[in-house]
């Protein structure tokens, strides 16, 4: 992941690897201790527009009489709007982020007991469905054809095969390639053998 520059540049960088949560691979955090958060900015999150205590919050700020400029007016009725948005994000949604953390941790904690036993459910599923004739058991068949299928290669100039003569030529053409050529080969000793 990292070469020798980067620890050099960086020497109080460390990565924390997650569990995969809801992607399709495993997210990592690049951390630092001596990074600093500066100022945290105000947003407005759309989830406060669904709420019936949005409006009749913005209307009371947004019917105040301010004196000046129209876009001084504008800054000061923002300005005057965020505290009462921040207690309603506090007393309405604060739950919805907890509740989001628990569900994760749950997920987390699944998600790593399957990697302990990645195949306890679906063996236990193919014990009792598996050869029986049912269509869990031709759903199981189907998706394996698909996944074995090759539907497209990259032959050695990189071109894209995707028909069944050009991918059967690409394959030839590469293998064929191989035939006579040598190449180094290791000893194997006989402990790693006898270890498996």
């Not at 620890?7 to 001596?34: C, Q, R, W």
């Not at 600093?36 to 999150?45: A, E, Q």
């Not at 700020?61 to 001084?72: F, L, P, Q, V």
């Not at 035939?179 to 000793?189: D, I, Q, W």
């Amino acid at each position: 992941m990292i070469n020798q520059d980067w620890i050099d540049h960086y020497p109080d960088m460390y990565a924390n690897f997650l569990t995969e949560g809801s992607y399709d691979h495993t997210p990592y955090i690049v951390s630092s201790s001596k990074i600093t958060r500066g100022h945290i900015s105000f947003k407005y999150i759309n989830m406060w527009g669904r709420s019936g205590q949005f409006l009749p919050c913005v209307k009371k700020i947004w019917m105040t009489n301010i004196e000046g400029t129209s876009m001084y007016q504008i800054i000061k009725k923002l300005k005057a709007l965020k505290p009462g948005l921040r207690e309603l994000n506090k007393d309405r949604f604060s739950d919805i982020e907890n509740n989001n953390s628990l569900l994760q941790m749950y997920m987390h904690k699944l998600q790593e007991e399957l990697g302990v036993n990645p195949n306890n459910q679906a063996m236990i599923r193919w014990i009792n469905e598996g050869d029986a004739n049912t269509a869990f058991f031709h759903g199981a068949i189907k998706s394996r054809r698909m996944k074995n299928k090759v539907l497209m290669v990259e032959d050695v100039d990189g071109h894209a095969c995707a028909t069944t003569t050009e991918i059967r030529r690409a394959f030839l053409h590469y293998y064929n390639s191989l035939l006579g050529t040598s190449s180094p080969t290791k000893r194997v000793r006989k402990t790693t053998i006898q270890c498996g």
